[in-house]
């Protein structure tokens, strides 16, 4: 099945447009699970076995795995395998926002498709759209491309103005323009920059749009939501990761867990009407 | 010891400016190689034993070994640790492209200067300088920010103008401006873009610039040498992977790949006078 439609059909399973980002840091989980085997492995189990019912996607950032070498990363595929055999409704993206040439790319599309099992990765469009081509040739899996991102030195360069028109903008438009009738392209826009996510609405149509930058960075919900939502009320992923995943600290830590996604789903569904 | 004194002392004890890709594919590998235990560190391990004095760095491009999962990024890591090991006086860059806000660079930080144990990495600047602040936290390591990157797409957002100066010229001077001073913070610039390549030259004075492009993509080697030397006839590494390490595909592969790279690396100092 392509990403979109499993994404889809999960958004309304759940009636949820909320994505949880597995980004567990061992000196952030629990104390009792520090010390066992796979420790990142059996956080990420306890958040998802208390959330899958609350989510549209989950996505794990590479970045926290990567840390960890070759230990980590397997600890990303074994969580990435657990989602896929317990709950395979629920898509997987991997956040990775690889970028690089043609034949390098194919090397990422191998690690997030083949060896990972991932449905989607994010990537990173400083390089060129045609540089992204190998990761649309895979059939059925999702590609999310950077345009604006939430971090406060995400001005420098994604707004210089072209002739009027902020980067960010034309980065939009071209991949609209090249990939807006294909459903697994998506793009990513930072909630902390509500101005130039209601822009890129306008531009990209009903293209789906992964908003990252809710909860610890302090997007807010009510005019992330208001701005991003598509014509169908739907269409954008707000993923939140420390502000769900670290909300307890102790042997409940997934039970608050549970409790700050099912909160957050309820407050992003209350602007969906 | 930090990476541009490493480096330095590497360009001047070998004589060179040759920078060797070590990217293998397992296709591509010769076949009695292909069935050993860690192939790609095997064929790595020959490439180095026989290249070792006519290089100034080694680059490999994670995105051949995470194509292999845990057991690629393992083989990735043995060839770091093999070069620091048995050639210590040859500093590697690990060539991720890695570029993430603040605490998931953190991460990526981890995975090239613990893990791995490199002494570079290449990042990219699309979410602009601050974001890679936490890589410039680790002491004597090198980050090298892709400007203008060597694929046929590169032009489509890098050389977008801004007041008529191409977005690729703003990345280099601001890099110049916020570390200009720091011998280990360097760029890539393609070599198959010679015109582009000769104007951030101008751009960042003495900066060191990493220049693929070369060999299987075509770059004229004398173009690239003179257009992109600093004032000290130096201040660049030349890549190239493939046309070297798969100069030959049988037994002797190993003894093609140091023809190819001894001829580059004189071909290089040629134009160096």
């Known amino acids: 099945m392509r990403f979109a439609e499993k994404l889809a059909n999960c958004v309304k399973k759940n009636n949820s447009l909320l994505c949880i980002g597995l980004d567990p840091e061992i000196e952030k989980i629990p104390p009792f699970l520090q010390e066992v085997e796979n420790p990142l492995f059996a956080f990420n189990k306890e958040i998802i076995d208390k959330t899958h019912d609350l989510v549209c996607v989950y996505k794990p950032n590479s970045a926290f795995y990567e ?6 990363i397997k600890q990303l595929q074994m969580t990435c395998e657990y989602i896929n ?3 395979p409704d629920i898509p997987v993206i991997v956040d990775a926002k690889r970028g690089d040439i043609g034949n390098s790319n ?4 191998r690690y997030a498709f083949d060896y990972l099992q991932a449905d989607a990765v994010t990537v990173n469009p400083y390089l060129g759209i045609e540089a992204l081509s190998v990761y649309f040739n895979r059939a059925d899996k999702g590609i999310i491309i950077i345009v604006h991102s939430s971090n406060p ?7 210089l103005s072209i002739d009027t028109t902020p980067l960010y ?3 939009a438009k071209d991949i609209a323009g090249q990939y807006g ?5 998506m793009i990513v826009m930072g909630a902390t920059y509500p101005q130039q996510l209601g822009q890129v609405r306008r531009i990209v149509g009903d293209m789906t749009i992964l908003i990252p930058g809710i909860g610890t960075q302090g997007g807010s919900i009510e005019d992330t939501i208001r ?3 598509n014509s169908q009320k739907q269409g954008i992923m707000v993923n939140a990761s420390r502000s769900i995943i670290f909300a307890g600290s102790d ?7 549970r409790n700050a996604a099912e909160n957050l789903r309820v407050n992003i569904n209350v602007f969906r009407v």
Chains 1, 2 share one sequence.
Do not use: M, R
């Open 227 to 229: 701005i991003s939502l």
């Open 153 to 159: 030195g995400a001005k420098e360069f994604q707004e």
């Open 85 to 87: 055999s317990t709950y």
């Open 181 to 185: 009738n294909n459903p697994d392209c």
């Open 67 to 72: 840390a960890h070498g070759v230990l980590g």
């Open 106 to 109: 194919e090397g990422y599309a």
């Open 251 to 257: 042997q409940n830590f997934a039970e608050k867990a």
């Open 169 to 171: 903008e034309i980065v």
